[in-house]
């Protein structure tokens, strides 16, 4: 049986919750003080979430535990209805991406094609399934010209398309994107918003961003501060009020 939550003025059946954190907690070092502090937060199915927030208040960190990259230290973080563990992370990474921010960390390959296509083989895939797959990426992030071309000599926004084009590969069920539209050219950028907006058909989306573009879009923004979160808004007006009566 599901139950009805609500978040700000929309109701949810339990079962639309995706994404459960639950009063965790994480510090990158005992010396250090706490990045995360008793986060509690659920997100939803075929939502865009926006998280927003200060330098240095913790986003990443928060993102990072949502497939397992980091373990809770304390309290738990259940997607799909299973919690992360380090057991389990290799199964949760196959449901849940994440773009970062820098595609550095995600670019492995000599080849465009082949660093989109290492995702799908890394998932025993067909041969034909793989190549569908990869083919489709690369439309979707409009890259296709690029497919033959060495990762080593691409432009930034090029290499943060073949970072995204990568994840979409894998086809996960709920994409995590940290800071997708920084370095992304304004000619591109629009199709892009455009493309997050429409994975909400059939996916859930989390945001890290501050372009108001996408938290325009945006199904709700939660705002975060110092390791916690501060706000949860249902629009761009309601969090663009609160923060400027907090100046
Ligand atoms: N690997 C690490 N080791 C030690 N401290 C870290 C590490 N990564 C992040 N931190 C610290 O944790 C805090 C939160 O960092 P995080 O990257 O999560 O912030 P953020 O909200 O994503 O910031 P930004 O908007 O700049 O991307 C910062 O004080 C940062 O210095
Ligand atoms: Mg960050």
Redesign the pocket.
Known sequence: MSTLVNNQNKEFSTNDIILEVQDLSFS??RK?TL?LENVSVKFFRNNLTVIA??????????MKHFNGLLLPQQGEVVVFNKQVTKKNRGEIQKLVGLVF?NPEEQIFFPKVYEDVAFGPKNMRLSWEEIQDRVENALEEVQITHLKDKVTFNLSFGEKKKVAFAGILAMRPKLIIFDEPTIGIDPWTKPRMIETIRSFTRKRTVVV?THDVDVMKIADRILL?KQGKIKGDFSTYEDFQQQELLNI
């Open positions: 990158y070092s250090q990045v927030g200060p330098n240095g208040s913790g986003k990443t960190t928060l921010e890290i975060m």
